[in-house]
């Protein structure tokens, strides 16, 4: 980038060309622009331990959405929760009668919060409803699913983001920012390290132990945020990668998921990553990237909250100290955003596509005991987050 264009710089030419376009999409397909002074509608999709700890309360704190419908299997429920939210009942939808959303103007957005292998048929749903569509990651359980996720926006001519919340938490940006521009000298080598220990008797981890519905076991759950650190810190995309497994199949956990797996992802600069997870080790969501002149060091660096990044140069610690925000709210302001087509699209299907895609390679390795899978397929993000987000929430 030349030094005389700015990041603010780019920032303003980005959001300004995402206006610009979303304009004329809105002009094009005769669709009224929403309303400048109302905050986006959304309707979250499953009320389980994310949706009522983080979601909600993320919603109500958020500057430019709002909770606005509730979708759930289980009515005493969701009306508890609209109670307390305000909602009124015809504001709560089920499973089956889902597809009504679809006459519902207060919704604008649902966001997908069920269990992975849920993910793409709520989603097509939704996008077939007229709707947009937030979806936690991981995007999908195939790539299959992702893709058919993915044509079904084209066809809705909707926006499908996937909730990578790392993407607008102001200290995994200002990491990105310091490995670009030098601060470590040239990367070398980044070790992300993803895990926990699962609980087999806590519903929300019971399906999470099951193939079907998880789709792979510690990978997808928590790995997939070290995948996606390795790529957003170097801002390149692996070319080749290996792994192994270690998983005790005596353990009734692991009975259809693996439990820990290693691998090394290689990157077009000659950076290797070495990346593990596991659902039976002490809980981590941490990463480090160690540079010619300087080591970069987030531990935790993925928690919803009490983030620690810091810059290490041989003994000396220089921890990064920026105020700590609700990365939900956050997230979600920034959904609005792109509604609005006032904000690009920064974690778009195609991002939860290239970590599908990705953590089927690496299965694809632990099956073959560590086979070299070519991944240089050529996928390159549309966005990096590191240029362009940057309004605090
Ligand atoms: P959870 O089990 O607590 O909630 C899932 C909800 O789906 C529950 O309300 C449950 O009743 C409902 N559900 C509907 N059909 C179901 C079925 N057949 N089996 C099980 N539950 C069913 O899970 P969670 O922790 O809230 O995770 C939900 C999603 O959010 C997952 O995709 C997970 O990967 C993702 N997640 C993301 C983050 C993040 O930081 N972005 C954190 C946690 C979870």
């Known amino acids: 980038m030349p030094k005389e264009i700015s990041r603010r710089t780019l920032i303003e030419l980005s959001v300004a060309g995402a206006a610009a376009l979303a304009a004329a999409e809105a002009k094009a397909l005769d669709r009224p622009s929403l309303p400048k002074d109302q905050k986006i509608g959304f309707a979250v999709v499953g009320l389980?331990?994310?949706?009522?700890?983080?979601?909600i309360p993320g919603l109500r704190r958020s500057k430019s959405a709002k909770?606005?419908?509730?979708?759930?299997g289980h009515p005493d429920k969701a009306k508890r929760i609209a109670a307390a939210e305000g909602l009124p009942e015809d504001a709560i939808y089920n499973y089956e009668d889902y597809d009504r959303i679809a006459k519902d103007p207060r919704i604008q957005v649902v966001y997908i919060v069920l269990p992975n292998g849920m993910h793409a048929e709520?989603?097509?749903?939704?996008?077939?409803?007229?709707?947009?569509?937030?979806?936690?990651?991981?995007?999908?359980?195939?790539?299959?699913?992702?893709?058919?996720?993915?044509?079904?926006?084209?066809?809705?001519?909707?926006?499908?983001?996937?909730?990578?919340?790392?993407?607008?938490?102001?200290?995994?940006?200002?990491?990105?920012?310091?490995?670009?521009?030098?601060?470590?000298?040239?990367?070398?080598?980044?070790?992300?390290?993803?895990?926990?220990?699962?609980?087999?008797?806590?519903?929300?981890?019971?399906?999470?132990?099951?193939?079907k519905l998880a789709g792979s076991g510690g990978l997808g759950d928590m790995g997939i945020y070290g995948i996606n650190a390795a790529r957003y810190l170097l801002n390149e995309e692996p070319i080749e990668v290996r792994a192994w497994a270690n998983t005790d199949r005596s353990d009734p956990r692991f009975r259809t998921v693996d439990d820990m797996i290693c691998w090394q992802f290689k990157f077009p600069s000659g950076v290797i990553c070495n990346g593990s997870t596991s659902f039976d080790y002490n809980a981590t969501m941490s990463y480090e990237v160690w540079g010619e002149k300087g080591r970069l060091q987030a531990?935790?660096?993925?928690?919803?909250?009490?983030?620690?990044?810091?810059m290490v140069d041989g003994g000396k610690f220089t921890e990064i100290d920026i105020p700590e925000i609700d990365q939900f709210a956050r997230e979600m302001d920034w959904m609005a955003d792109v509604v609005r087509g006032k904000a690009p699209l920064v974690s778009p299907g195609e991002e939860g596509l290239q970590d599908m895609r990705l953590i089927t390679a690496i299965l694809e390795s632990v099956a073959r005991d560590?086979?070299?899978?070519?991944?240089?397929?050529?996928?390159?993000?549309?966005?990096?987050?590191?240029?362009?987000v940057d309004v605090v929430a």
């Open 48 to 55: 389980g331990k994310l949706a009522q700890g983080q979601i």
């Open 67 to 72: 909770l606005v419908a509730l979708v759930s």
């Open 122 to 211: 709520y989603t097509i749903r939704a996008l077939k409803a007229g709707k947009h569509v937030l979806c936690e990651k991981p995007m999908a359980t195939s790539v299959a699913d992702c893709e058919a996720m993915i044509a079904a926006a084209k066809k809705a001519d909707r926006k499908l983001m996937i909730a990578y919340r790392c993407h607008y938490e102001p200290k995994n940006l200002e990491a990105m920012r310091r490995v670009r521009s030098g601060a470590i000298g040239k990367p070398r080598l980044v070790v992300t390290d993803m895990g926990r220990q699962a609980d087999p008797n806590d519903p929300s981890d019971a399906w999470r132990l099951d193939k």
């Open 299 to 310: 531990d935790p660096g993925c928690f919803y909250g009490g983030n620690h990044v810091r």
């Open 370 to 388: 560590g086979a070299t899978i070519k991944t240089d397929w050529g996928y390159k993000r549309a966005v990096d987050p590191a240029a362009v």
